[in-house]
């Protein structure tokens, strides 16, 4: 182990809430310095998101109402990885949900940590092409309220620029798509 890299001592630990999607627990830690503190964390599963390629270039998005911004948001589909499923077959799942589309090639882009501050997530990011519009595509989740949006690559950047509510890890995964779009 590097110098520098022990782990701190857990001295407590506690669940503060289990939810739908993720857990909420505190821990209070002795650091390898000797300090102690308390640092609270979201459990999540992880998440898996698509950036759909259309034959003609453009992104498929969707517009999403979020409730902790009490707003719409502009994303790529993506949702949570559940129980033993590997994170290609979440995004399989979503792409057709969200926005009635099935893709025929996929490429894994990468992944990375959502927010390490707070939370464990790791979002898994993945580019869809050879798209089709699904003639009769299967039924969206009850809770959610969502519009497909088509873009071209510099539509969405642009809006970024500009200020438009557009979800970070939309943002990232955009990034690591760039080079094949």
């Known amino acids: 182990m590097k110098p520098g890299s022990e782990p701190p001592e857990i001295l407590d630990q506690q669940l503060f809430y289990r939810g739908r999607k993720f857990n909420f627990d505190v821990h209070r830690l002795r650091l390898p ?10 459990r999540h599963p ?3 998101l698509v950036i759909p390629v259309t034959p003609e270039g453009k992104l498929v998005l969707v517009r999403q109402y979020r409730f902790a911004v009490e707003g719409r948001t502009l994303e790529f589909p993506a949702g949570t990885v559940e129980a033993n499923e590997d994170p290609a ?9 969200e926005t009635g589309y099935r893709a025929s090639k996929w490429r894994k882009l ?10 464990d997530e790791i979002i898994y ?3 869809a092409e050879d798209l089709e519009k ?13 519009d497909t949006v088509l873009m071209t690559p510099q539509e969405l950047e642009e809006a970024i620029l500009q200020g438009e509510p557009v979800d970070a890890k939309s943002m990232a ?3 690591l798509a760039k080079p094949f779009l």
């Open 33 to 42: 310095n000797g300090a102690i503190g308390q640092w609270e964390c979201v």
């Open 46 to 48: 992880g998440g898996a």
């Open 89 to 97: 077959e979440t995004v399989r799942r979503e792409i057709e949900e």
């Open 110 to 119: 990468g992944q990375f940590i959502l927010a390490p501050g707070y939370s």
């Open 125 to 127: 990011a993945f580019l």
């Open 134 to 146: 699904l003639e009769t595509p299967p039924p969206q989740d009850e809770d959610e309220d969502i």
């Open 173 to 175: 995964s955009f990034m």
